[in-house]
């Protein structure tokens, strides 16, 4: 069978882009089994043929309506895939769905009946928000990072903003990657659309949120970039773990330290 992504190379860089991204996330052991998800917004690399290609799946309800998604496409980790085996396979275990018009249902066009991710509602709605604000931001991540999950099991660490100083003080590339902080949504139900609500809700403040007790989400313009900020975070967890370990509580740089790498970088407040 012959792969959408034939002749098609700047889809397929999205895609092997995405299958770069899944190798790290096993690699770093924030994907057990089938843990985390990836979507990736493909609309601007579909072309006109794509846009006529039968679907190979039922419609299926995404659980609400998302207006701003009609006649979008995604890229999407399927439901039940290892991320281990998207960093080899990744038209196996994902697929290109595209959203209808009524802005409510999905199809599967390519390349397997892979069905997404069970975390799509929270993904399309994340996605929904982005597009509705204007966002230039392609790409969403869920992954479940042991340091930083771990932190969410400390109920002083889960007042806002404790995290994101924390996270912030311990090298001072987090504070210039990660510009926006972490924001902290309480425990919800996994693949609910409440955990969809509450983290769009968070997208106002935030590229990035914790997840109560279960992982991590980023949104950006890429799933590189996206990568990239989870991973700066956890490196920031692992040095505040360090010297935890190490017998003594890390100083963190000073405010007045954050404050001028905040002006000198031009960062967000
Ligand atoms: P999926 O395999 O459905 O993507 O679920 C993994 C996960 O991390 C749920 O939160
Ligand atoms: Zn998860």
Redesign the pocket.
């Known amino acids: 069978m012959k792969s959408i992504l034939e002749n098609r190379p700047l889809l397929a860089k999205q895609v092997t882009d995405v299958a770069e991204v899944a190798g790290y996330l096993w690699q770093k052991g924030w994907a057990e ?5 990836i979507t990736v917004n493909v609309t601007d690399v579909v072309d006109a043929e794509i846009r006529k290609l039968p679907a190979i799946s039922d419609r299926v309800a995404i659980g609400r309506p998302l207006p701003n998604l009609k006649g979008t496409y995604f890229f999407c ?5 290892r991320m281990r085996d998207l960093a080899r396979q990744p038209m196996e275990n994902g697929s290109v769905i595209r959203i209808l018009d009524d802005g409510s249902h999905y199809e599967i066009i390519a390349d397997n009946p892979v069905k ?5 509602v929270s993904h399309l709605s994340m996605h929904n928000y982005l597009i509705g604000k204007g966002s230039n931001y392609k790409a969403a991540l ?3 990072p042991i340091d930083l999950v771990a932190m969410t099991h400390h109920a002083p660490f889960l007042k806002k903003d404790v995290l994101t100083n924390i996270l912030w003080s311990m090298i001072p590339e987090t504070r210039a990657f990660c510009p926006r902080g972490l924001g902290i949504i309480p425990y919800k139900m ?2 609910s659309t409440e955990l969809a609500d509450a983290t769009i809700k968070e997208l106002d403040e935030y590229d990035v949120v914790m ?1 109560e007790k ?2 991590v989400c980023s949104v950006a313009e890429n799933i590189m970039e996206a990568f990239d900020m989870v991973d700066t975070l956890s490196k920031s967890a692992q040095i505040y773990l360090t010297a935890k370990s190490m017998g003594f509580a890390p100083d963190g740089m000073s405010q007045e330290q954050m404050k001028e790498m905040q002006i000198a970088f031009n960062l967000p407040g």
């Open positions: 089994r089938n843990g985390g998800n980790k399927g439901t039940n895939k997404p991710t069970s975390e799509l869920h992954t479940h996994p693949s997840w279960h992982g």
